[in-house]
């Protein structure tokens, strides 16, 4: 089973920046992708950075582009989640998930990481 474990959230005031990190680790076998989302308060999940299912590139929600960049180091098997000029809004828990390449849908979840922006 693929265990991931997010970690960088904290409290950040408007502006500044946070990076996120998501280690992968288990038993796998095959090739994964990993993406970024996040759940805020009274608000449904959505997807942050998604690496698309036709070529992997990432794909980013509207209200973060060009603020937030998804990055991958394979030899450290951790997904990063660089966020700049945070926004009270983007206050949520962060989630970083992954599927096996070959899969659709995202299948493995970690436990998420708070991130609170203060105005």
């Known amino acids: 089973q693929v265990q991931l474990v997010e970690s960088g959230g904290g409290l950040v005031q408007a502006g500044g920046s946070l990076r996120l990190s998501c280690a992968v680790s288990?038993?796998?076998?095959?090739?994964?992708?990993v993406g970024w989302f996040r759940q805020a308060p009274g608000k449904e999940r959505e997807g942050v950075a998604v690496p698309r299912w036709s070529d992997g590139r990432p794909a980013y929600a509207d209200s973060v582009k060009g603020r937030f960049t998804i990055s991958r180091d394979d030899a450290k098997n951790t997904v990063y989640l660089q966020m700049n000029n945070l926004k009270p809004e983007d206050t949520a828990v962060y989630y970083c998930a992954a599927r096996e390449v070959p899969a659709t849908s995202y299948g493995y979840w970690g436990q998420g990481t708070q991130v609170t922006v203060s105005s």
């Open positions: 288990g038993r796998t076998f095959s090739r994964y992708a």
